[in-house]
Each structure stands twice: as structure tokens, then as C-alpha cells.
């Protein structure tokens, strides 16, 4: 027997419909039809408009009823549609007042801000056909999609070692070797090399459907089309991006990101994504009618009192995050994500607008950030912010956290890149950085920190060592784009060289660097293909650049296989030592006998905090009853950025233990880094020589 709510009460040109439910939001499939529902509080009417799958003009364009509006939700049930052969949109009217914030047009096709999938660039780099009025379409999607058991690792936040990677620029140069390059299907296959080198937590720049066409051009430097790869300007927040997927031009986008998904998580690798809640990309008064801007352009953006728009992003708008209906919207999302993609956390790109109230101030308490820290469906989800703005709001310390909001620590990067390249003033700030950043987070502990010296914004690491400035003439700006504060050193030659000492110098900073990342408390965050060496070629800001300035270039893997082998044997070794991977500030006396830090210049016990020098060591004493280990467990490295040889004077030991190498950056492979149970004994344990811009680390057996 059908219930009472499954019969239509209406019919509209043949079509029958009835009063819709309000929520959820979007186009949801209910017996016998599609239950459609929008918002917006000034629109005075909307039309539902339904299209046959890639065909051009619509069949059917349905007026709500005033009797379908519950509230400011326009809602209405349709009957007898195929939901697998259609795409929609809506059209509302209302008033044109840009200085009042209104910019309803009726003649404009919008699509759901719900759509959980969207038509119109479902090939990547396929040139759209610009006459078309409508660039983008809603579909809707039945999630049937069988998990076997799959959920989210819900892996503790000290474990995580995460790996930043973009979908099509990590497989998409046909050095790859994969048969699907740069999908989703192609990083499965690349799912063997993840785990061999050890990162267990993979964090994907933006997959929210964008347009690879948005502001896109011919570069005059290179003759090449330079296009909006990185995607941080989303056309839609519930929809992956099906020019990532083999399977998108056959509408199977959906399915192929979550059997990535299932099978990183069948692997032990977590999946953290991009996302940017911070504009649309809808841009400025001057830019398109795709969503907000058409359906309630006050309601969903940051306006100025005589309508134009606040521009904290960069990118001509700013989402109104902490208005309700935007505010519930993200939490919407979000939670889509975690239980219907499984997904284990979020990275939020510029965070602090998140943070900026209805006129664009930063709040104290903004209810948006602590609605996601306190959300249940949320509840074991990692929660990253990007804790800055374009508007120029520096919250790297100090953004708003409930005990559950970690941050992309800017501070960390810059000093280290700072200590590396031979900066003085730095020993105090660096000894802050491998301690998980007390001075930042001492309320907080060492995992608010997320670690990194690169990113996807920026210097690769071999850049960092290649080049002192930036190379961005391919972007087509002049090179005036990007940061201009790198502080890198190219060792005495600009970009590639032959020369063999430069390279031999070059990839011992390399290794310093990666030593140091993974030696110091809080969360490490490591930029994919930094591990064999990739460059940009000196371009630090490229997110326009489709070729071989963003693809990994695998080719790099076998030619700097010391490299590889180095980043792998140190992922190994802080998993294996847990008092790198604390959640608490301690420094104090243990178990031990030791305390769990203690600081030392070149004499054993004997620092000056106020010193400014290039030579420090640090000991790490882990008991073993704090930390479950079979043994107390020591760690000394040793950290020379001077430019002469140094000798360090090491803390004696308990008797029954000697100090063993387990990492000498000074060295040559193989004698550079060992493998549990091939650290080599110390000639002489009272003291080690540490050679000109190397790190020793030793561990005590």
C-alpha cells in the first residue's frame, strides 16, 4: 500500500507533482519520484527546470506553487522521472537592487548549491562549448555505493604523517605508469608506493567540482593555456570533481572517488581533503551567475554598505560563513562528506574568514568554528586551519580552536627554511619549532601544530636549494606573483646544474631538512615528490600551470633514489619512537632518569638560550612505562648549519647502552641512513664530529 505522501496532488503540463519535503536540501530520490528543495529568503518565485541528460534546451520548466513554500524553502515533489537520464536547475526572480545586495535575474539557470554532481566539464581540459548559456548543470545521485565495511581510520593525530598531493598532478606526467593519468583511479595504483614510503595519511588539494576553464588564458611567455589547476574556486561544495575521474564522462565520478577512498582506507591511508569555504567562483560584481549569486546573492556573500563585495579571499568575493543559512550549509557538507565519502578530516583553505562576522570583523567565538568543533557527525574528524587571510587576519597561534582545530603552522615553515639556509637569530625560535611550538600552543599541545617546510604553495624542497628567487614568467604575470620571501639558497647556482658538489650540497639540505621535519613534535605534512627530488623550475605560485612545471615527474624517483630512500628510513623511525609523537609538552625529569628534552650546544648539558649560533643538539629520553616501549628509548641529534666542522660532546648514557648512528647527513649513501637493527656503534661515545651543514642523529642500544 502507498503512503498518503507518495501521491501527487498537482500536474503541471503532464507532469505531476505535490508539495516536496523541506529538508534535506537538493534533489533527493523518494518512492516514485525526486523530492526537490531550495532556499532563499528574497526571491519572490522559482522554477524547477528539468533537462534530458546533454541535451540542450529544457522539457519541462515547473513554477512552485505558492502553497510549496514552507518558509523561504521552495519545495516540491515530482513524479515519474528517470533520476539517472536528467540534469536541473532553478531560475528565481526577485529584485535587481545590486546597492541593496539583490542580483536576482529570471532568465538565469542556476544550479543546487546541493548538487552532488554537476555536468559541463566532465572531461578535464575538453574546451566547453562557450555559446551555451548554461555551463553547468545539477545531476543527482543515488548513494548505493557498497563500503564492505569500510569507515573512517579515526587514526590518533600525533600518528599521522601526511602526504599533500593534487589528484591530476600527482600521476598525470606519463612517467607515472599508470593507465588512467591523473584520476582518482590512477592513485589507487600508486597506493603500493604510499605505503612503502610510509605516509599514512594522504591530503588532496580541492576535488569540489571547479572549473579548469575559469579565467584561463594563452601564457605569452610559453604559447601554452594556462588554466585554473589548482581549483581553489568551487563551482559546487557537494560534488567531486569529474574531470578527476577516468569514469567522468560516463557520469561515474562519484563511485570512482569512493573506491579510492575504500581502497586508501583498505591500506591503512587516510584521507584529509582541501576544501574552501572562503568564495565561490562566481568572482565580483563583473563575474558569472552560476549559484549564490542568482538564488540570494545577500544572504551567501560578505557585502560592502553600497553592495559590492568584500574581498577577503583574493578572488573577488567572500562567502558569508557565519550568516545561519551559510553557517548550516558547510556544516551540511561536511557532514555529507564524513558519512557518505568516509572522509577523515579537513583542511580549510584561508580559515580565518571562517572567523570574519556578517561585516567582515573577526569574531572572538565564531559560531561557525565552533559549530564544527562540537558537531557529532564530526566528532572524530580532523579539523585543519589555514590560519590566515587574503584580508590580511594572521591567526597562526591564535585561531579559535575548542581543544579541536589544528593549524598549518606558517611560523614553523619559515623559521626552519630560515635555521637551513644559515640565518642567524634563529636558535631560540628553531628550539620553539622541534618542541611542537610551546610559544604558540602551549594550551593546546604539539598536534595543533601542523609541520611542514613545503607545500603545494610555494618552493618544492629541491627549488628551495635550487633557486634564490622565483622563476613565475610561465604564469604570465611578470613574475609578480607569488611570495617573494622564500628564504632559499641555491648553493652557488641558479636552477639545474652538473656541477657535483653543488648537487651533493643540495641534497644534504635536503635531507636536513626532511631530518628535522620529522624529528619535531606535532604533525609533519610532507609535499608529494619532495621525497625524489621534483622541481617546478623554480616556479613557486603554480596553480595556472597544466604541464610538466606541476606533474611529478616519476622519471626523478630512480635518478634520486638516496633521496627516497632517506625520507622512507626517517618515516620509519619516528613511527617507531613515540616521544617524537607526544600530544603534551614535556620537558621535565621521567622515568628515564633523563628529562624527556634537554638542549645542548657543543658541550653536553650546557646551552645558552640566548645564543645566536648555528650549532645545537637536542636529546629525546622516552621511558619506556610512559610510552610502552620495551626499553627507554634516546634520541641525540646533532644540528650543524654552520659553515665549518664541529665537534659535540654527547650525554653519557646508562651503562648497560652505547650510542649507535642511525643517520649521518654528511654521508653518502648508504652510509647516509640505516635500517632498524644496521645503526653503526660510536668509535668513541664522548663525543661525535658533525661535519658543515649536516645533522647526526644517534639512538642509544
Same mark, same amino acid.
Request: a negative charge.
Given at each position: 500500500?502507498?503512503?498518503?505522501?507518495?501521491?501527487?496532488?498537482?500536474?503541471?503540463?503532464?507532469?505531476?507533482?505535490?508539495?516536496?519535503?523541506?529538508?534535506?536540501?537538493?534533489?533527493?530520490?523518494?518512492?516514485?519520484?525526486?523530492?526537490?528543495?531550495?532556499?532563499?529568503?528574497?526571491?519572490?518565485?522559482?522554477?524547477?527546470?528539468?533537462?534530458?541528460?546533454?541535451?540542450?534546451?529544457?522539457?519541462?520548466?515547473?513554477?512552485?506553487?505558492?502553497?510549496?513554500?514552507?518558509?523561504?524553502?521552495?519545495?516540491?515533489?515530482?513524479?515519474?522521472?528517470?533520476?539517472?537520464?536528467?540534469?536541473?536547475?532553478?531560475?528565481?526572480?526577485?529584485?535587481?537592487?545590486?546597492?541593496?545586495?539583490?542580483?536576482?535575474?529570471?532568465?538565469?539557470?542556476?544550479?543546487?548549491?546541493?548538487?552532488?554532481?554537476?555536468?559541463?566539464?566532465?572531461?578535464?581540459?575538453?574546451?566547453?562549448?562557450?555559446?551555451?548559456?548554461?555551463?553547468?548543470?545539477?545531476?543527482?545521485?543515488?548513494?548505493?555505493?557498497?563500503?564492505?565495511?569500510?569507515?573512517?581510520?579515526?587514526?590518533?593525530?600525533?600518528?599521522? %604523517?601526511?602526504?599533500?598531493?593534487?589528484?591530476?598532478?600527482? $600521476?598525470?606526467?606519463?612517467?607515472?605508469?599508470?593507465?588512467?593519468?591523473?584520476?582518482?583511479?590512477?592513485?589507487?595504483?600508486?597506493?603500493?608506493?604510499?605505503?612503502?614510503?610510509?605516509?599514512?595519511?594522504?591530503?588532496?588539494?580541492?576535488?569540489?567540482?571547479?572549473?579548469?576553464?575559469?579565467?584561463?588564458?594563452?601564457?605569452?611567455?610559453?604559447?601554452?593555456?594556462?588554466?585554473?589547476?589548482?581549483?581553489?574556486?568551487?563551482?559546487?561544495?557537494?560534488?567531486?570533481?569529474?574531470?578527476?575521474?577516468?569514469?567522468?564522462?560516463?557520469?561515474?565520478?562519484?563511485?570512482?572517488?569512493?573506491?579510492?577512498?575504500?581502497?586508501?582506507?583498505?591500506?591503512?591511508?587516510?584521507?584529509?581533503?582541501?576544501?574552501?569555504?572562503?568564495?565561490?567562483?562566481?568572482?565580483?560584481?563583473?563575474?558569472?551567475?552560476?549559484?549564490?549569486?542568482?538564488?540570494?546573492?545577500? $544572504?551567501?556573500?560578505?557585502?560592502?554598505?553600497?553592495?559590492?563585495?568584500?574581498?577577503?579571499?583574493?578572488?573577488?568575493?567572500?562567502?558569508?560563513?557565519?550568516?545561519?543559512?551559510?553557517?548550516?550549509?558547510?556544516?551540511?557538507?561536511?557532514?555529507?562528506?564524513?558519512?557518505?565519502?568516509?572522509?577523515?578530516?579537513?583542511?580549510?583553505?584561508?580559515?580565518?574568514?571562517?572567523?570574519?562576522?556578517?561585516?567582515?570583523?573577526?569574531?572572538?567565538?565564531?559560531?561557525?568554528?565552533?559549530?564544527?568543533?562540537?558537531?557529532?557527525?564530526?566528532?572524530?574528524?580532523?579539523?585543519?586551519?589555514?590560519?590566515?587571510?587574503?584580508?590580511?587576519?594572521?591567526?597562526?597561534?591564535?585561531?579559535?580552536?575548542?581543544?579541536?582545530?589544528?593549524?598549518?603552522?606558517?611560523?614553523?615553515?619559515?623559521?626552519?627554511?630560515?635555521?637551513?639556509?644559515?640565518?642567524?637569530?634563529?636558535?631560540?625560535?628553531?628550539?620553539?619549532?622541534?618542541?611542537?611550538?610551546?610559544?604558540?600552543?602551549?594550551?593546546?599541545?604539539?598536534?595543533?601544530?601542523?609541520?611542514?617546510?613545503?607545500?603545494?604553495?610555494?618552493?618544492?624542497?629541491?627549488?628551495?636549494?635550487?633557486?634564490?628567487?622565483?622563476?613565475?614568467?610561465?604564469?604570465?604575470?611578470?613574475?609578480?606573483?607569488?611570495?617573494?620571501?622564500?628564504?632559499?639558497?641555491?648553493?652557488?647556482?641558479?636552477?639545474?646544474?652538473?656541477?657535483?658538489?653543488?648537487?651533493?650540497?643540495? %641534497?644534504?639540505?635536503?635531507?636536513?631538512?626532511?631530518?628535522?621535519?620529522?624529528?619535531?613534535?606535532?604533525?609533519?605534512?610532507?609535499?608529494?615528490?619532495?621525497?625524489?627530488?621534483? $622541481?617546478?623550475?623554480?616556479?613557486?605560485?603554480?596553480?595556472?600551470?597544466?604541464?610538466?612545471?606541476?606533474?611529478?615527474?616519476?622519471?626523478?624517483?630512480?635518478?634520486?633514489?638516496?633521496?627516497?630512500?632517506?625520507?622512507?628510513?626517517?618515516?620509519?623511525?619516528?613511527?617507531?619512537?613515540?616521544?617524537?609523537? $607526544?600530544?603534551?609538552?614535556?620537558?621535565?625529569?621521567?622515568?628515564?632518569?633523563?628529562?624527556? %628534552?634537554?638542549?645542548?650546544?657543543?658541550?653536553?648539558?650546557?646551552?645558552?638560550?640566548?645564543a645566536d649560533t648555528l650549532t645545537l643538539a637536542v636529546m629525546f629520553a622516552g621511558a619506556a612505562e610512559e610510552y610502552n616501549t620495551k626499553d627507554d628509548q634516546f634520541i641525540y641529534a646533532a644540528i650543524n648549519m654552520h659553515w665549518e666542522l664541529h665537534g659535540f660532546e654527547l650525554p653519557e648514557l646508562p651503562e648497560d647502552k652505547n650510542w649507535y648512528v642511525f643517520a649521518n647527513t654528511g654521508m653518502n649513501s648508504p652510509e647516509d641512513i640505516w635500517e632498524e637493527g644496521q645503526e653503526k656503534k660510536l668509535n668513541k661515545q664522548s663525543e661525535v664530529l658533525v661535519a658543515s651543514r649536516s645533522i647526526i642523529v644517534l639512538i642509544a642500544k
Open positions: 500500500m502507498l503512503r498518503v505522501d507518495t501521491y501527487p496532488t498537482h500536474e503541471y503540463e503532464g507532469i505531476k507533482i505535490r508539495r516536496g519535503k523541506a529538508l534535506p536540501f537538493g534533489a533527493t530520490i523518494v518512492p516514485g519520484g525526486v523530492n526537490f528543495s531550495i532556499f532563499s529568503k528574497h526571491a519572490t518565485s522559482c522554477e524547477l527546470v528539468l533537462f534530458k541528460k546533454h541535451e540542450q534546451e529544457p522539457y519541462a520548466i515547473i513554477p512552485f506553487p505558492d502553497e510549496f513554500r514552507i518558509g523561504n524553502v521552495f519545495t516540491m515533489m515530482v513524479f515519474d522521472i528517470n533520476h539517472e537520464d536528467i540534469e536541473y536547475g532553478y531560475r528565481m526572480d526577485g529584485p535587481y537592487k545590486p546597492k541593496e545586495g539583490h542580483r536576482f535575474n529570471k532568465n538565469k539557470i542556476l544550479l543546487d548549491p546541493y548538487a552532488k554532481a554537476i555536468a559541463g566539464r566532465e572531461e578535464w581540459g575538453e574546451e566547453p562549448d562557450w555559446d551555451k548559456e548554461v555551463q553547468y548543470r545539477s545531476r543527482i545521485v543515488l548513494d548505493d555505493f557498497d563500503w564492505q565495511g569500510d569507515k573512517s581510520l579515526e587514526r590518533d593525530m600525533k600518528d599521522l %604523517i601526511i602526504y599533500e598531493a593534487h589528484v591530476r598532478g600527482f $600521476t598525470r606526467h606519463s612517467s607515472s605508469n599508470v593507465k588512467y593519468p591523473g584520476s582518482f583511479a590512477a592513485i589507487r595504483e600508486k597506493i603500493p608506493y604510499l605505503k612503502e614510503l610510509g605516509v599514512n595519511c594522504i591530503e588532496l588539494l580541492p576535488v569540489f567540482e571547479f572549473d579548469e576553464f575559469e579565467h584561463s588564458k594563452i601564457s605569452e611567455e610559453t604559447g601554452e593555456r594556462l588554466m585554473n589547476y589548482w581549483g581553489y574556486s568551487a563551482v559546487g561544495f557537494f560534488a567531486p570533481k569529474a574531470g578527476y575521474a577516468a569514469t567522468g564522462k560516463y557520469g561515474m565520478q562519484v563511485d570512482e572517488f569512493k573506491n579510492l577512498i575504500k581502497e586508501l582506507h583498505e591500506n591503512g591511508i587516510e584521507v584529509i581533503l582541501d576544501v574552501v569555504f572562503n568564495h565561490t567562483a562566481e568572482g565580483n560584481e563583473k563575474g558569472p551567475y552560476i549559484s549564490y549569486r542568482g538564488i540570494d546573492n545577500k $544572504t551567501y556573500y560578505l557585502l560592502t554598505p553600497d553592495g559590492s563585495y568584500y574581498n577577503f579571499s583574493g578572488c573577488g568575493n567572500t562567502l558569508n560563513c557565519n550568516n545561519p543559512i551559510v553557517r548550516n550549509m558547510i556544516l551540511d557538507c561536511l557532514r555529507y562528506w564524513v558519512s557518505e565519502y568516509h572522509i577523515d578530516g579537513f583542511r580549510f583553505d584561508l580559515a580565518s574568514i571562517l572567523s570574519r562576522d556578517q561585516k567582515g570583523a573577526p569574531m572572538v567565538n565564531p559560531p561557525l568554528l565552533e559549530t564544527l568543533a562540537y558537531d557529532p557527525i564530526l566528532g572524530k574528524s580532523k579539523l585543519i586551519a589555514e590560519a590566515w587571510d587574503a584580508g590580511g587576519l594572521y591567526q597562526v597561534g591564535s585561531f579559535p580552536d575548542w581543544g579541536r582545530w589544528a593549524e598549518w603552522n606558517g611560523q614553523y615553515r619559515d623559521d626552519v627554511r630560515r635555521f637551513l639556509k644559515g640565518n642567524g637569530q634563529m636558535a631560540g625560535r628553531i628550539i620553539q619549532r622541534i618542541q611542537g611550538s610551546p610559544d604558540l600552543y602551549n594550551d593546546r599541545g604539539p598536534i595543533a601544530s601542523v609541520n611542514f617546510i613545503t607545500c603545494h604553495d610555494g618552493f618544492t624542497l629541491m627549488d628551495l636549494v635550487s633557486y634564490n628567487r622565483k622563476h613565475n614568467k610561465a604564469n604570465g604575470e611578470n613574475n609578480r606573483d607569488g611570495s617573494d620571501e622564500n628564504y632559499s639558497w641555491n648553493f652557488g647556482h641558479e636552477g639545474k646544474t652538473d656541477n657535483p658538489e653543488i648537487k651533493r650540497n643540495r %641534497i644534504k639540505q635536503i635531507k636536513n631538512a626532511v631530518t628535522i621535519l620529522l624529528l619535531s613534535r606535532g604533525v609533519p605534512m610532507l609535499l608529494s615528490g619532495d621525497e625524489f627530488g621534483n $622541481t617546478q623550475f623554480g616556479n613557486n605560485n603554480a596553480y595556472c600551470q597544466d604541464n610538466e612545471i606541476s606533474w611529478l615527474n616519476w622519471e626523478l624517483l630512480e635518478e634520486n633514489k638516496e633521496i627516497f630512500e632517506y625520507f622512507k628510513q626517517m618515516i620509519s623511525f619516528r613511527k617507531r619512537h613515540p616521544v617524537l609523537k $607526544t600530544e603534551h609538552f614535556r620537558t621535565a625529569y621521567n622515568a628515564s632518569g633523563y628529562p624527556e %628534552i634537554s638542549w645542548h650546544s657543543q658541550q653536553a648539558w650546557n646551552f645558552d638560550f640566548s
